[in-house]
């Protein structure tokens, strides 16, 4: 008899299954997603800005719209807030739904296209084109890497 199960063919109520998570692997992938999301937003601001000269413009105040260039420290922390405010509702769908990647996969792809719609859809605005695409591919990098790493490593297979 194997140590997974307790008499005949039942599993062991604590034996990894995909309904239990796995809080080893999550405090592991969580925190590891975090900086690698940020990580790769931080690698990305430094090309768009050092390298090819395209500074992030970002507004302080409305009405007007006073424009400042978005700093490091600002790319760090809003990709940890972010990141960390994905992987919290990666959690909560583990513990909510029967298909927690898949519906984890679809409010990201939402969410992101929201974000969208917010960086391109303000018409006349102050923002260049250039550094608005900047900001959606930021999106991007974060969604891809977040999502990916914790849909593939987030819990155990069985």
């Given amino acids: 008899m194997s140590m997974d199960t307790l008499g005949g063919n039942k599993p062991h109520p604590l034996a990894s299954s995909p309904a239990i998570p796995d809080w080893g692997r999550l405090l592991l992938v969580v925190p590891v997603a975090v900086a690698l999301?940020?990580?790769a937003n931080v690698l990305f601001y430094f090309i768009l800005t050092e390298w090819i000269g395209e500074p992030l413009l970002m507004?302080?105040?409305?009405p007007p719209p006073l424009l400042t260039p978005m700093?490091?420290?600002e790319v760090i922390l809003f990709s940890i807030i972010f990141a960390s405010?994905?992987?919290f509702v990666y959690v909560v769908l583990l513990?909510?739904?029967q298909r927690p990647e898949r519906n984890f996969i679809i409010i990201s792809a939402v969410v992101l296209l929201?974000?969208?719609?917010s960086l391109?859809?303000?018409p006349n605005s102050p923002v260049a084109m250039s550094a608005r695409l900047g900001l959606v591919t930021m999106h991007i990098i974060g969604a891809v890497v977040?999502?990916?790493l914790l849909v593939r490593l987030g819990r155990s297979r069985v």
């Fill in 37 to 39: 999301a940020t990580f």
């Fill in 59 to 62: 507004g302080n105040e409305l």
């Fill in 71 to 73: 700093e490091v420290w």
């Fill in 85 to 87: 405010g994905a992987s």
């Fill in 95 to 97: 513990f909510l739904t």
């Fill in 114 to 117: 929201a974000s969208f719609v």
């Fill in 120 to 122: 391109l859809g303000v």
């Fill in 146 to 148: 977040v999502v990916g």
